[in-house]
């Protein structure tokens, strides 16, 4: 059975708190507080946000499994025959960071799908729950295609990837033969970028998150270390320890093995960035741009803070256009992490793009 919960508003964006730190404001009240809240303010809905329930087995308790309840968009539910997009968010965040792209393509009749994962927002778990389950890449892609069986989409025509959700990303493009086409929006890269960087501390501050009674005193202090590496409005609560896990299980070869299988596909893809971005700095961008995924530099379009647009070079790359593999990029001279919001119609008119030749129609 799925729950239909309307999503009411293009700026909505849960911080659920720990219920342990913040005993006042539980997890699902707060949820159905801030959905009221938005329902107010919007009077035509764009898309639905549904309830998916799936397990997924214990890391601790090998032969446990764990039931889990995942919010999903699908803007347009049971519709098998649409073209589709898939979101996967970043971390920590939810589905509902791809808004304004969401609303202005269901206004283009594409089907949006995107589940929130367990442990952030709009897909809270109970506390025991978080450390019984399974932060690899392997497990999280395991759970996107269980979602996306329930959801019944059977051809993915756009996998679109946000940030650190491009590490599901680049194995499912790489290894799933669902997706048709790669989309990524400032996606974490084959190499290390700043904010993970060293690895070790990286991997003991996910450690300390595991032991449950340092969790009062690290939570505000995790709180300010998000804020102090470019992750505005980000608050204290269980989703930071799930990003921590999250980050600490990947493995950089992983993505630039991944990068050699998509490019040996040729499978269609773009790539968008934006120099400006705090989290992920340009130079890592650009290693994973045009030394993994060989993206031709004229093919990748600068962009100013005018909106004007002109090739990042007007050297041809030597391929005639009939044997040219569909490969573009966008650099965004501004509009930080999250690029698609300030962004999103020249990133809606790339995708459009991407949709149709991989539909071989006119989206």
């Known amino acids: 059975m799925t729950t239909v919960v309307p999503v009411a508003s293009k700026c909505f964006h849960l911080s659920l708190r ?24 919007v009077a035509n809905l764009s898309h639905t946000l549904h309830r998916v329930r799936t397990t997924q087995e214990s890391i601790k308790n090998p032969g446990q499994t764990v039931d889990l309840e995942l919010s999903v968009i699908d803007t347009h539910p049971n519709d098998k025959d649409r073209p589709t997009v898939v979101g996967i968010h970043g971390n920590p965040g939810s589905s509902v960071d791809f808004e304004p792209l969401i609303q202005q393509l269901s206004e283009k009749n594409i089907r949006f799908v995107s589940p929130t994962f367990p442990g952030f927002e709009s897909s809270e778990v109970e506390p025991w729950k978080l ?46 033969e669902l997706v048709n086409s790669l989309c990524l929006l400032n996606p974490t890269c084959a190499r290390p970028h700043k904010s993970v960087r060293p690895q070790f501390v990286i991997h003991f501050v996910a450690w300390l998150m595991r032991q449950q009674s340092l969790h009062f ?60 971005d705090k989290i992920i700095e340009a130079p890592v961008s650009e290693d994973m741009l045009f030394d993994h995924l060989c993206v031709p530099k004229d093919s990748v379009m600068a962009v100013d803070t005018e909106g004007n ?10 391929q005639d256009d009939e044997n040219r593999r569909f490969a573009q990029g966008l650099q965004f001279a501004r509009g ?25 129609t006119h989206v």
């Open 18 to 41: 720990n219920p342990r730190l913040f005993p006042q404001r539980s997890g699902r009240p707060l949820l159905k507080e801030k959905l009221q809240h938005h329902a107010l303010g």
């Open 309 to 318: 647009q002109t090739p990042l070079s007007t050297v041809p790359s030597g």
């Open 131 to 176: 450390y019984h389950l399974d932060y690899t890449t392997s497990a999280r892609m395991s759970l996107l295609e269980q979602v996306l069986q329930q959801r019944q989409v059977n051809r993915v025509s756009v996998l679109m990837c946000h940030s650190a959700g491009s590490w599901v990303g680049y194995k499912m493009a790489a290894e799933s």
């Open 217 to 276: 005193a690290l939570m505000p202090l995790l709180e300010k270390a998000y804020a102090q590496i470019g992750f505005s409005g980000v608050k204290a609560g269980d989703h930071l320890m799930v990003a921590q896990q999250i980050i600490s299980n990947q493995n950089f070869e992983d993505t630039a093995q991944h990068a050699k299988q998509i490019l040996e596909k040729q499978l269609p893809l773009l790539f968008a960035y934006a120099l400006n």
């Open 336 to 360: 930080g992490h999250i690029v698609h919001k300030p962004h999103s119609h020249i990133i809606l008119d790339r995708v459009l793009k991407l949709l149709a030749h991989v539909e071989g």
